[in-house]
């Protein structure tokens, strides 16, 4: 019904950059809020940014959230339609060794806390491996 499709995954040095990209087709109405996600090895899935919608504009788009953890180094971004969502990742750590993972909420208006936990989302990509070292 609703398709994400991530990429942009690789290896890379301390201090290098990747950027993941995530097209999302078929029905998207429940696709209010995007975010991306990751899950660490051995590590529960944790919410790295997302981008919530307001309650008032389903197509309007409120300022975006970041974990503590790659705030200032990571940027979520996406186009009018949800399209396209892409997370550039700069300054990476080994830390940052992870499955990412694109996913969609139905929800509007997320407060942070729900805009980066795991259960707010229902649709999700397949994933795409960042390896840092």
């Known amino acids: 019904h609703v398709q994400l499709v991530e990429s942009g995954g690789g290896s890379v040095q301390t201090g290098g950059s990747l950027r993941l990209s995530c097209v999302a087709s078929?029905?998207?109405?429940?696709?209010?809020?995007m975010g991306w996600l990751r899950q660490l090895p051995g590590k529960e899935r944790e919410g790295v940014a997302a981008?919530?919608?307001?309650?008032?504009?389903?197509?309007?788009?409120?300022?975006?959230y970041y974990a503590d953890s790659v705030k200032g180094r990571f940027t979520i971004s996406q186009d009018y339609a949800k399209t396209l969502i892409s997370l550039q990742m700069d300054s990476l750590v080994p830390e940052d060794t992870a499955v990412y993972y694109c996913?969609?909420?139905?929800?509007?208006?997320?407060?942070?806390?729900?805009?980066?936990?795991?259960?707010?989302?229902?649709?999700w990509g397949q994933g795409t491996q960042v390896t840092v070292s």
């Open positions: 981008i919530p919608t307001a309650v008032y504009n389903p197509y309007g788009d409120l300022n975006p």
């Open positions: 078929g029905n998207r109405y429940n696709n209010k809020s």
């Open positions: 996913a969609a909420a139905p929800g509007t208006n997320y407060a942070q806390a729900r805009a980066l936990s795991p259960d707010a989302y229902i649709h």
